[in-house]
């Protein structure tokens, strides 16, 4: 089994910044992918920015290209997402999840492809 805990949300102001960070537990020698995706109400959860667990690759929403950094500590078994320049639609629930050791490597933007998320924190950016 894995564990994720998401910590670091909260109300910021427009144009502010806030770090979120993910703790990892258990199996985590198989997780291949760490990915943030966020959910608002009344929306679909979507794809936020990934990382390749051992070599750092990473990806992102269009959305967030160029405001967020996802970025991982393998010794402390950490991901982290740097948000800057937030804005009203950023305020949304924001989940880690974790892609293992398995198929479907080539499409992790989807949701589907991940095998343990966190509970969500939630980051409200107020105008």
């Known amino acids: 089994q894995v564990q994720l805990v998401e910590s670091g949300g909260g109300l910021v102001q427009a144009g502010g910044s806030l770090r979120l960070s993910c703790a990892a537990s258990g199996r985590t020698f198989s997780s291949v992918a760490m990915g943030w995706f966020r959910q608002a109400p009344g929306k679909e959860r979507e794809f936020v920015a990934r990382v390749i667990y051992r070599s750092g690759n990473t990806a992102y929403a269009g959305s967030v290209k160029g405001r967020f950094t996802i970025s991982r500590d393998n010794a402390k078994n950490t991901v982290y997402l740097e948000m800057n320049s937030l804005k009203a639609e950023d305020t949304a629930v924001y989940y880690c999840?974790?892609?293992?050791?398995?198929?479907?490597?080539?499409?992790?933007?989807?949701?589907?492809?991940?095998?343990?998320w966190g509970q969500g924190t939630q980051v409200t950016v107020s105008a």
């Open positions: 999840a974790e892609k293992h050791f398995g198929a479907s490597y080539d499409d992790l933007e989807n949701a589907r492809r991940y095998d343990y």
